[in-house]
């Protein structure tokens, strides 16, 4: 789980704020699982946000599209292999996620033609080779049912890539726990969360006589499905065995957070052996907490001593940021977001559209009509499309302050068509 990532909150815009970071990397399987977990929370808890409902259900959809045009690429690298298995389930894999007809269609014909590769001689048997091919493809592209496989979510190159990822004494543990987990982790990655507790489950239980990590994935999957009390139970008793370990504290911290038991968060934290207490994710955790709790006063402290003891990072500005906010501290608020986008810029990185955005909209709020903000809103009606509508409104507001009614008009009429 990234360090950004800790900050869930409860609100869907967090998810889908996730979900957008997991796009921009190329995530599009976790930003799926973010989008699906937004939406499951405005159906839950949040009925009237219905226009953000339909954002949500597109980025989903994008999200889908895309990863399915991402295993339509590796299945055509296997293929090329020679691997017409692997390649047959990657395509099957993406004709699950697409509803797009020239898609499907891509699909269906690239998978018959994986089958005229492996048509055998006449005294191999038609018949047999024919039988098989029915069992794996239908006519126009249409998947045929079948038993769920454990083995369709399992995945080495996958789990090598994401073994890449973690820090090298980590990936060489994990690659000691066995088969079990080498399929749990990857279902957990790809999103199937109850294939993930099973065998992640089976291999806690198979490395049983050791001291292992896998309580921590385990944790991870059923908070995933939303069953919050086995996470907690699990975690709570990793951690009286390794209190040093921070990811446990994260995982338990987003429990509490989720479900709104803030004051289990601040004993948690108060519980922290001395020596973790001041690490930079510590400090975090702490300032997150006492957002949660509506102390903003304690959550900009904390933030600010995590910045003054360990330098700027663009993970505790934003959260800094997000605090003022809430405080009614406007203007600091816009300060620390100009900051993150100078800090950005001379990094030579993208910045990303949100940090924009609030910066422009505190901008307009402070009276600001310049001719460089306007600039900014037009630079997010490309960079940031799915909130075009709201970018035309102030657009059009800019152009009223600055006494230019036909632009004005002509930028106000174009957010109501978009309305």
């Known amino acids: 789980m990234g360090l950004f990532g800790i ?16 796009m921009k990397k190329e995530a599009f399987g976790d930003a799926r699982i973010e989008f699906e977990k937004a939406l499951g929370k405005i159906e839950s808890r949040f009925p009237e946000k219905s226009h953000l409902a339909g954002r949500i259900r597109e980025k989903l959809e994008h999200a889908s599209e895309s990863l399915a045009l991402q295993h339509i690429k590796n299945a055509e690298v296997m293929a090329g292999a020679g691997d017409i298995e692997e390649a047959a389930e990657l395509y099957e894999l993406a004709l699950d996620l697409t509803g797009r007809k020239d898609t499907r269609d891509k699909i269906a014909g690239a998978m018959q033609g994986l089958w005229k590769k492996t048509i055998p001689e006449p005294d191999a048997g038609v018949e047999k080779h024919e039988t098989e091919k029915k069992s794996f493809v239908a006519s126009q592209g249409e998947a045929v049912s079948r038993a769920p496989d454990p083995e369709e979510n399992y995945d080495e190159e996958l789990f090598d890539v994401l073994l890449n990822a973690l820090a090298p004494e980590t990936a060489e543990a994990y690659r000691q726990y066995g088969d079990c987990f080498e399929r ?11 294939l993930a507790i099973k065998e992640l489950s089976d291999a806690l239980e198979q490395n049983s006589g050791s001291s292992t990590l896998i309580p921590l994935e385990l944790a991870t999957a059923y908070l995933h499905a939303e069953q919050h009390a086995r996470a907690e139970e699990i975690l709570k008793s990793f951690v009286s065995r390794n209190p040093a370990e921070i990811r446990a504290y994260q995982l338990l911290c987003e429990i509490y957070w989720e479900t709104g038991a803030v004051s289990k968060a601040e004993e948690l934290l108060k519980s922290v052996p001395p020596d973790i207490r001041g690490l930079p994710l510590m400090r975090l955790l702490d300032g997150e907490t006492r957002f949660q709790s509506g102390d903003m006063r304690g959550a900009k402290a904390a933030f600010k001593a995590s910045t003054d003891e360990n330098g700027p990072d663009e993970i505790v500005l934003r959260a800094l940021a997000k605090t003022c906010e809430q405080a009614g501290e406007s203007e600091e608020a816009r300060e620390l977001y100009a900051q993150i986008m100078n800090y950005c810029a001379s990094c030579q990185r993208a910045i990303d559209p949100l940090i924009k955005r609030r910066f422009a909209e505190l901008s307009l709020e402070t009276g600001d009509s310049s001719a460089k903000l306007l600039d900014l809103f037009f630079s997010l009606v490309q960079e940031d499309p799915d909130h075009r509508r709201d970018y035309y409104l102030y657009i059009g507001r800019i152009y009223e302050k600055r006494g230019e009614k036909k632009e004005a008009r002509r930028y106000l009429g174009l957010a109501g068509q978009l309305g």
């Open 184 to 194: 749990g982790y990857t279902a957990l990655n790809r999103g199937n969360f109850d």
């Open 7 to 22: 900050f869930s909150g409860k609100k869907p815009e967090d998810h889908e704020e996730r979900g957008d970071e997991c």
